[in-house]
């Protein structure tokens, strides 16, 4: 059983902060890839970050300085912290836990109910 909950969004003026956290239960948090999507309105779902079960990163590229994903692993979490926010920004944020075997074939492929957040003044 895998349940992956999304919190931390809300509504935040430009230029500010938000930190998103995503809480994964179950036992496979630590082998697993776990990425941030976002998806605005009007427009399709769109890679944010990413970190996989080694720590490597990767970001969108209009996104890096801005954005940091991290997780720890003793607490089957993963973070997204945004700063500089603008109103661009503004989307249901989605956390995302993923895996794949050595042939393409999806092993594990879990998502979260998503978080607005939401960028205005």
């Known amino acids: 059983q895998v349940q992956l909950v999304e919190s931390g969004g809300g509504l935040v003026q430009p230029g500010g902060s938000l930190r998103l956290s995503c809480a994964a239960s179950?036992?496979?948090?630590?082998?697993?890839?776990m990425v941030w999507y976002r998806q605005a309105p009007g427009k399709e779902r769109e890679l944010v970050a990413a970190?996989?079960?080694?720590?490597?990163?990767n970001y969108a590229d209009s996104l890096k300085g801005r954005f940091t994903i991290s997780r720890d692993n003793a607490k089957n979490t993963v973070y997204l912290q945004m700063n500089s926010l603008k109103p661009e920004d503004t989307a249901v944020y989605y956390c995302?836990?993923?895996?794949?075997?050595?042939?393409?074939?999806?092993?594990?492929?879990?998502w979260g109910q998503g978080t607005q957040v939401t960028v205005s003044s």
């Open positions: 970190i996989t079960s080694g720590g490597s990163t």
């Open positions: 179950g036992s496979i948090f630590s082998i697993v890839t």
């Open positions: 995302n836990a993923h895996r794949t075997t050595a042939w393409g074939r999806s092993q594990y492929d879990y």
